[in-house]
């Protein structure tokens, strides 16, 4: 009897080591490179706001001794779309909140501060750390980049909320990101 409870508590400690294994991979996080892994969980946060995603990205900021807003995430769901601007733009604050890992790395370099700005979701934000970029790295390419990313904002703006416009407006995204990574 004795050997069959060892057994079974044996069994039980090797089930929850591979639950948390399974729940770390879950989200793919590359345990490696903790700045991706940062990225995937604000991302996965934006795009499925839920008390366990919210979680999950505060445990890893604690394990990484990142500040986290003092303020709670806006987990709420719009019920306009109006609402849904709102919801989106202080959702993207809170996250913008927590500096990306590519902006703390040393030296700091033109393609560490654009990597940074790539993880980034507000235009403030976004903004900012081009000022930043241009102050330290300024050049053609980097003006180029930003004004870029200015009417990438125009044209968002400027869009209609059908089907063609949204597909127009994400090639140019993955156009502007595309070039923003072979800097």
Known sequence: MVFFITLLAVVFIIAAAGAKRRASKRYDLPLE???????????NLLENPSESSLQKLKEFAAEQ????????????????????????????????????????????????????????????????????????????????LEQGYRALCELRDNSQADYNSLERLRIEKEKWEGEARCF
């Open 33 to 43: 490179n903790p700045a991706i892994s940062l990225a995937i969980l604000k991302e």
């Open 65 to 144: 001794n990142l500040n986290i807003p003092k303020e709670e995430y806006p987990l709420g769901k719009a019920r306009s779309i109006e609402q849904d601007d709102c919801l989106f733009l202080s959702q993207a604050a809170w996250l913008d909140c927590i500096t990306p890992l590519e902006f703390n790395e040393e030296p700091k370099t033109e393609k560490s501060l654009l990597n940074g700005i790539l993880r980034l979701y507000s235009d403030c934000a976004i903004f900012k750390a081009f000022e930043e970029m241009r102050e330290k790295f300024p050049s053609e390419r980097q003006q180029k």
